[in-house]
């Protein structure tokens, strides 16, 4: 059974581009968790999806930022004009029926976005 | 909200010594779950080790082994036997359990195994 992929796992962006990253969960997972990890810090949350719909977006910046999860295909997280410090890597993780009582999350290896 | 505490930036430990790595959490939710993830220089995010606030025992998986003391709000991950391979960083993550929860981590503890 593949784990959860991510990619691509690096992506180098100018200033004012776009970035998309694409997250394929483990066969089975409908929820899809998206993470940020800056330098030298823990995994902010971001945003919370299952199929096709937002559950929870409190972690994602309100412009630019955007995530979806559609019926069919991978789950993106879209970055749009990017700045220097959206520079950080970028873990999906996913779960079968959502974080609780003894239900972990399979993270990606993630994507490492650098912004120049 | 809950949050999560990790005092210990980096660790030192020698091979097949134990090493404990600490972490306190908050929260007023009584219904809760504890993960420790490893994460290698590699960067992916490997989990270890689940308890959860109901739980009589502590949990224990191969080498690791989970220290919950409820009243003090505390769930340290203790390593036994440390093995070169066990050099990574090491996040504690909470859960709650009511509703639709996310994991939220701690900055973690880098531990570093000596031969």
């Known amino acids: 059974n593949a784990g959860v992929m991510q990619n691509p796992r690096h992506l180098v962006r100018r200033r004012g581009q776009e970035a998309r990253l694409r997250c394929s969960p483990m066969?089975?997972?409908?929820?899809v968790y998206w993470y940020r990890q800056l330098p030298e810090e823990g995994l902010k949350f971001m945003v919370y999806?299952?199929?096709?719909?937002?559950?929870?977006e409190s972690g994602m910046p309100k412009e630019r930022f955007s995530a979806e999860f559609p019926k069919e295909g991978p789950s993106i997280l879209r970055i749009q004009q990017v700045v220097r410090g959206d520079s950080a890597a970028y873990f999906c993780?996913?779960?079968?029926?959502?974080?609780?009582?003894?239900?972990?999350?399979?993270f990606g290896n993630g994507t490492r976005l650098t912004v120049t | 909200a809950q949050k999560i505490t990790q005092t210990q930036p980096g660790m030192f430990v020698q091979e097949k010594e134990a090493v404990t790595l600490d972490c306190t959490y908050d929260?007023?939710?009584?219904?809760?779950?504890l993960f420790w993830y490893k994460q290698p220089s590699s960067g992916e995010m490997i989990f270890l080790i689940y308890?959860?606030?109901?739980?009589?025992q502590n949990a224990t998986e191969g080498r690791y082994s989970l220290n919950f003391q409820k009243a003090r709000k505390s769930a340290n991950l203790v390593i036994s036997a440390s093995q070169l391979g066990d050099s990574a960083m090491y996040f504690c993550?909470?859960?709650?359990?009511?509703?639709?929860?996310?994991?939220?981590f701690g900055k973690g503890t880098m531990l570093l195994v000596s031969p």
């Open positions: 993780a996913s779960s079968p029926r959502g974080v609780s009582y003894n239900s972990p999350l399979h």
């Open positions: 066969k089975g997972h409908s929820h």
């Open positions: 999806l299952q199929k096709e719909n937002i559950i929870d």
């Open positions: 993550a909470m859960s709650l359990n009511s509703g639709y929860s996310t994991l939220t």
């Open positions: 929260t007023s939710d009584p219904s809760y779950g």
């Open positions: 308890q959860g606030s109901y739980d009589q």
